[in-house]
């Protein structure tokens, strides 16, 4: 269950136009450097629908290498992409309490792209640092977990 922000929701007029990990409402454009961690190296903004009332919503996500997991574009890949809990903005009775499903890849993003590097050394620094979007890992996610893939654009 992700936290209620209400108290700063309720004190800016518009909406947030996307959300951050763990239910963090953000204002503005998203951006790769918006993340949540300064050593991201992916990043993704996505639509997820409240499992309960189907409201959806656009949440970011990003991976920075050390959980020791899946990246972020192997779970893209394998369908596997899963954000957790929608935001808590009380879109239906259950709400909180629902799980969110994946529907669309909208942006992803990555850096530190081994192509910059030679024998464990970077060769290209500001590529290397440098944020690039992948359209091909973008697009409609139609299912559950696994069930299907992004189809690209």
């Known amino acids: 269950m992700t936290p209620d922000y209400h108290d700063i929701v309720s004190r800016i007029a518009e909406p947030p136009s996307w959300w951050q ?5 953000r204002w503005g454009d998203f951006g790769p450097r918006e993340s949540t961690s300064i050593y991201a190296r992916e990043a993704v903004l996505m639509e997820v629908a409240c499992q309960g009332c189907d409201t959806t919503f656009r949440v970011a996500m990003c991976e920075d290498g050390h959980g020791g ?4 574009s192997e779970q893209i890949v394998a369908g596997t992409l899963h954000y ?18 994946p529907r669309r ?3 992803y993003w990555s ?35 696994g069930q299907t893939r992004p189809t690209g654009e």
């Open 69 to 72: 997991g899946q990246r972020l």
């Open 21 to 25: 990990e763990g239910g963090v409402p």
């Open 105 to 107: 890849i909208l942006e």
């Open 84 to 101: 957790g809990d929608p935001p808590n903005t009380g879109c239906c009775a259950a709400g909180a309490s629902m799980n969110s499903v």
């Open 111 to 145: 850096t530190h792209d081994p192509r910059y590097t030679k024998d464990g050394t970077v060769t290209d620094h500001e590529r290397y640092f440098a944020w690039e979007r992948n359209a091909l890992l973008e697009g409609e996610y139609d299912g559950w977990m």
